[in-house]
């Protein structure tokens, strides 16, 4: 497909911004595109990976700041060990032994997260430099991301097509419908890996940030942080997020969970009925972004570990300045658990959409009370 732009009629009137940046880098030829509303909220992100470089939103101030992890040199990007705003494919999160059976065939897959398979393999979806188009309406711009993924492309069997929209309207919603279609019967649990920080200024540890996700149960992990198949209750444990509390509130607490992961790495099943999955806010800032999605669960990773990538301004940076928030399926654990939500069969359609709404609140009087 021919990268382009289909403008609708009187679509040069409104406020809708979109633009196109060329980068050049190691031989590879990508494009970053840039999307904006009226309310000066703005998108980037590149069709190489899908990788979302910016979310810029305004605080209560009306300050304009970064709310995503972004490089300062895009050349890091190519390598990206940590994925930042990535789209994740064929499947999200680790896969058990990097391995599974479908239809009597065992599928062997890299084991590039120890001793799993993890976030699409060695070279998934973020590596990948996908087709674009754009579509420009009166209160909204849609950038359509193609990619077609070979049969056996990382171990996983079929070929496959996949289709991203990124979409932004004036209401301050971002969101991102994800489509796939296999030829043959396989694995799809597509996510995007952004990480997060509300207060725009990465040298802020993310524990002072306020965290709501709609779920009563988490998925146990073993040693190698995989699901065990076991769920438990939040209730009465450090992963009660179901009423809103900091995320530091209880993470240094001694327990066997947060231990493995060094912080908040797990997987929450989501509550279908709660139209708000997921809720960040930042006080001092006002800024929150609250998630809708129709999947079926949410991956919480506080960045617990960092290589000191340069970020930013050139900031290095360190452990726990942000939040990962994943909506995907659950990952694939011991002896295959969770594996039925991420088969597709041949000729069907994996579907599912991810909306993140920013706004702000004055939080200022309550620091008082």
Same mark, same amino acid.
């Given at each position: 497909?021919?990268?382009?732009?289909?403008?609708?009629?009187?679509?040069?009137?409104?406020c809708m911004r979109v633009s196109v940046k060329q980068n050049h880098l190691r031989g590879l030829v990508f494009d970053e595109i840039t999307i904006e509303n009226k309310q000066n909220l703005e998108v980037s992100f590149l069709n190489f990976g899908g990788i979302i470089t910016k979310i810029i939103v305004p605080d209560n101030r009306g300050q304009l700041e970064n709310v995503v992890l972004a490089y300062k040199d895009y050349e890091e990007y190519l390598d990206n060990p940590a994925y930042f705003g990535a789209i994740i494919g064929r499947t999200a999160g680790r896969i058990k032994d990097g391995e599974f059976s479908l239809n009597g065939k065992t599928y062997i897959l890299d084991k590039n997260y120890g001793p799993n398979s993890g976030q699409g393999g060695k070279s998934g979806f973020d590596k990948k430099i996908f087709d674009y188009t754009i579509t420009k309406e009166e209160n909204s711009i849609s950038v359509l991301l193609e990619y077609s993924s070979r049969d056996m492309e990382e171990g996983y069997p079929g070929e496959v097509k996949v289709y991203v929209t990124y979409s932004l309207n004036e209401e301050n919603i971002f969101r991102i419908d994800y489509e796939a279609i296999p030829t043959e019967d396989t694995l799809i649990n597509l996510t @995007?890996? /952004?990480?997060? @920080?509300? /207060?725009?200024?990465?040298?802020?540890n993310i524990k002072y940030h306020e965290l709501f996700i709609a779920s009563e149960r988490f998925l146990e992990l073993d040693e190698t942080s995989a699901p065990t198949g076991e769920l438990f209750e939040i209730e009465g444990t450090p992963f009660d997020f179901y009423h809103q509390k900091e995320i530091g509130e209880d993470m240094d607490v001694l327990d066997p969970q947060l231990k493995i992961g060094n912080g908040y790495d797990h997987t929450f099943l989501l509550k279908k009925e709660e139209k708000v999955k997921v809720r960040l806010a930042h006080r001092f800032t006002g800024r929150v972004m609250e998630i809708d999605t129709d999947n079926e669960a949410v991956v919480v990773y506080t960045q617990n570990y960092s290589q000191g990538q340069i970020i930013g301004e050139g900031i290095a940076l360190e452990d726990r300045k942000s939040v990962a928030i994943e909506i995907q399926r659950p990952p694939i654990g011991l002896r295959e658990c969770f594996k039925e939500s991420s088969i597709v069969r041949k000729g069907e359609v994996f579907k599912t959409y991810t909306s993140y709404r920013f706004f702000q609140e004055d939080f200022v009087e309550q620091l008082f009370f």
């Open positions: 497909m021919q990268k382009g732009m289909l403008l609708s009629k009187n679509a040069e009137r409104h @995007n890996h /952004s990480y997060f @920080n509300l /207060s725009g200024n990465f040298e802020e």
